[in-house]
């Protein structure tokens, strides 16, 4: 059998043969994936540790917090405020910026992260996952603020997520592809599975919450429409359709075996742009999607060029393979010209 490479023995041939990564960084990649092996035991333990179930607190989304968004939250803050390798964390489950305690030394990266998503399988025991993405704090400012978080997604220095389902995952990219790593529970320590993931550009399967075909924008109707009429329509092959309602997991699909994933802006709440989260779960996806040969846009731009305003800021997402993405851009595109003048 080949010679098995672990995820630290993965870090260190970045740093040192390929020069992708400065120490500080490899360190920092190595407490996220220590934290989400945690996190990885406690989803396993289930009702045996207690961890199911809803918490008596809402989030700063005003979503009511399971128990794993706190304990995976507070995991993910304990394992990354002591190394020195980071300035502060953002998180979907906290308000404002948290600064690493001035006990410790300050690093110069920037942690965000979705501690559990999917949190609405949590009880029904279906793939669930955490996102991160890692920035660097700018040059020029002491201290840090909010404001050192507003970077586009194309300033990102690492990205990735682990997907705790049937085997738990951990996905990666730092700007040279993405490589998947698979938790051995033996030897406690996750082992390289896959290297230089590639999304095929075509599909014939769709990911979009249905029951809300009613609110969606033309575009987005005209889009799933087409797939729904299948060989007999404008694009003369059938589709299937796929809604794991754990963004995690059906973007670890995607990347495992090529689909289309949208959650776009919808009439419900029009004055939010989307459901999904800018800084932390579609930056990080959109990069790793992009680095896999894929696509990743809000339906009229590239996710990764947009320019944040807000922490928690939301976007309309649509990922996957390259040409169907390209297609739902176009659709958008069309639509936004005007009528021509009689
Ligand atoms: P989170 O659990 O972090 O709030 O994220 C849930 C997100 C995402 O993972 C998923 O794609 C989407 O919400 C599902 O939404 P619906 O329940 O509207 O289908
Ligand atoms: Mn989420
Ligand atoms: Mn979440």
Known sequence: MSKRVSLTQYLVEQQRVDGHIPSQLRLLLEVVARACKSIAL???????????????????QGE???????????????????????????SEEMEGIYLVPNRYPQGEYLLLFDPLDGSSNIDVNVSIGTIFSVLKKPDNAPGVTEQDFM????????????VFGPQSTLVLTVGDG??????????GSFVLTREHVEIPPDTKEFAINMSNMRHWDEPVKRYVNECLEGKEGPRGKDFNMRWVASMVADVHRILTRGGIFMYPWDKRDPDKPGKLRLMYEANPMGWLIEQAGGMATDGRQRILDIQPTKLHQRVSVVLGSKNEVERVTQYHLEADKPAPSA
């Open 151 to 162: 970077q586009a997604g194309a300033k990102q220095v690492a990205a990735g997520y682990c």
């Open 64 to 90: 009511v917090q399971k128990k794993l968004d706190i304990i995976a939250n507070e995991v993910l803050i304990e394992a990354n405020e002591w190394g020195g390798h980071l300035a502060a964390m953002a």
């Open 42 to 60: 406690a989803v396993n333990k289930g009702d045996l540790g207690g961890v199911l179930g809803t918490a008596s607190s809402e989030n700063v």
């Open 178 to 187: 993405v490589a998947m790593f698979t938790l051995d529970r033996e030897k």
